[in-house]
């Protein structure tokens, strides 16, 4: 490969991991064709770029970045296929359904999630269980609803109870 083609690579990994603020170190060499097919029709319903990569390459745009990823340097051995996502836990729930099925692989080498890193497959359960900013920002909005409904449900049901006793006092005055 001529030098320019590696630059070409390499600009085009930089420009990927600056488009998606997620990604997922993995290992996929052992899969067969089928497998591979699969795995790549799964990242593109979940909106997943998924990429093959050779480390020496995926080092070398890590390093034109702004940020310390020495953390994932070490990761960056034997065959490394990186999953690219905007919401960080849906490549981890996508590697753990791919194992549900009779699949050993992909297997998590690392991965940089919420400006975070994460080294080793153990990881996988907790990376699945973030969550995502929208669904954050469901919960919030959520929890700031909940005092108001509670609110306007005692004042509704009040309401009758407090006019049934205003006409009350009313007709015995009458």
Known sequence: MR???????VS???ESLQEYGHFYLTDIASLDANATSDLRRSCFKEDIKLIVVK?????????ELEGDYSELYPTLVGNTAVMFSNVGNVPAKLIKTLRGKKWEKPVLKSAFVEQSVYVGDEQLDFLSAIKSKEELIGDVITLLQSPAKNVISALQSGSGTIHGLLEAIGEKNN
Not at 3 to 9: L, T, V
Not at 55 to 63: D, I, M, V
């Open 12 to 14: 085009s990994i930089s």
């Open 55 to 63: 480390n020496t390459l995926l080092k070398r745009a890590l390093e």
């Open 3 to 9: 030098k320019e083609e590696k630059s070409a690579i």
